[in-house]
């Protein structure tokens, strides 16, 4: 069982930056890749960013590239979401995402919410 605690969502203006946090307790030496998601209203859930624990490789979503940047701390099992540039379209719920050795289970923070003013 792994449980997920996301912080740093709130309010900017377009073009300013924020950093999302997510700190994973419990059985974390499973962990293969932490990411995170994003849900806007009436859009489907998209992939944002991901990272691969073993070797800090990354994956970015097309609309996120070169404005965001994951990193992970391992020995804190903290993953980070550097936003820069925001734009109004950022505007969603942020997951936490963690997968692993878990037997084909995903786990999921409660979601922290990202609001650009234009």
């Known amino acids: 069982q792994v449980h997920l605690v996301e912080s740093g969502g709130g309010l900017v203006q377009a073009g300013g930056s924020l950093r999302l946090a997510c700190v994973a307790s419990?059985?974390?030496?499973?962990?293969?890749?932490m990411g995170w998601f994003r849900q806007a209203p009436g859009k489907d859930h998209e992939a944002v960013a991901h990272i691969k624990w073993s070797d800090n490789s990354t994956y970015y979503g097309d609309s996120v590239k070169g404005r965001f940047a994951i990193s992970g701390d391992n020995a804190k099992n903290t993953v980070y979401l550097q936003m820069n540039s925001l734009k109004p379209e950022d505007t969603a719920l942020y997951y936490c995402?963690?997968?692993?050795?878990?037997?084909?289970?995903?786990?999921w923070g409660q979601g922290t919410q990202v609001t650009v003013s234009a």
């Open positions: 419990g059985r974390t030496s499973s962990i293969q890749y």
């Open positions: 995402n963690l997968r692993g050795d878990y037997g084909g289970v995903g786990y």
